[in-house]
């Protein structure tokens, strides 16, 4: 069946530095991967999203890039704030489907 | 606007017994949805609704049952709780299909079942 898989399920990181969140997905027809960002006793909230008909998208210090081919994504986080310190969710679907299909999760820390 | 408001935010059970978590929306949304998340295995989709009158099933459907009354309202009722059933609940609305439009999450309910 249709699966997405994270890593790293952990990453550290001095305050100040890069992150990086990679994702896989089984499924060669989804097109629309967004990432979610889940702190302490919160739901998940959207931050970025991309749709397959793009490579690399960018907000801030936020960016997500695609690579159909292999079938992976990957978020990056730039000059990391201690803010920035949650659990980040990745996601796939199809175009125009009523599900997510969901990663297992990163628990980010960012050390000040 | 309150968004996503989910009650209650703690609750235990004991084995064999019923209730229903609530979840309540204020943004007019058509899609309504319920998670679960569980530590390593991220969100799985129990039930959705694409508008009021309508749901279907989504991953894990197993012990839990939901309607659409209204479009503000998606509770879940788990009829015999079982301790597989302890997990975090989210409840998630957006204005069309999660691939299409921005999805809002409640704070979620924790429940433990004895």
């Known amino acids: 069946g249709e699966n997405v898989e994270q890593h790293p399920s952990t990453l550290s990181v001095q305050e100040g530095d890069s992150a990086v969140i990679k994702c896989t997905y089984s499924?060669?027809?989804?097109?629309?991967f967004p990432w979610y960002k889940q702190e302490l006793g919160k739901g998940p909230q959207l931050i970025i999203d991309?749709?397959?008909?793009?490579g690399e998208k960018k907000d801030q210090r936020i960016a997500v890039t695609l690579n159909k081919t292999a079938k992976h994504f990957s978020l990056h986080i730039t000059e990391t704030q201690p803010e920035d310190s949650a659990v980040y969710f990745c996601?796939?679907?199809?175009?125009?489907?009523?599900?997510?299909?969901f990663g297992s999760g990163t628990r980010l820390l960012v050390r000040p | 606007n309150a968004g996503v408001t989910q009650t209650p935010k703690f609750q235990v059970l004991k084995t064999g017994q019923s209730m229903t978590l609530q979840c309540a929306q204020d943004?007019?949304?058509?899609?309504m949805s319920w998670y679960r998340q569980d530590p390593g295995m991220g969100l799985r989709l129990i039930h959705y609704?694409?508008?009021?009158?309508?749901?279907d099933q989504g991953e894990v459907p197993n012990g839990y049952n939901v309607s659409r009354s209204t479009t503000e309202d998606f509770p879940l009722r788990l009829l015999s709780a079982a301790p597989s059933q302890t997990s975090v609940y989210f409840c998630?609305?957006?204005?069309?299909?999660?691939?299409?439009?921005?999805?809002?999450f409640g704070p979620g309910t924790r429940l433990t079942v004895l």
């Open positions: 499924d060669s027809a989804s097109n629309y």
């Open positions: 943004m007019n949304h058509e899609y």
């Open positions: 991309i749709r397959s008909n793009v």
């Open positions: 609704s694409v508008g009021a009158g309508i749901t």
């Open positions: 998630a609305s957006s204005r069309t299909v999660p691939s299409t439009d921005t999805q809002y």
């Open positions: 996601a796939a679907s199809r175009e125009s489907s009523y599900k997510l299909i």
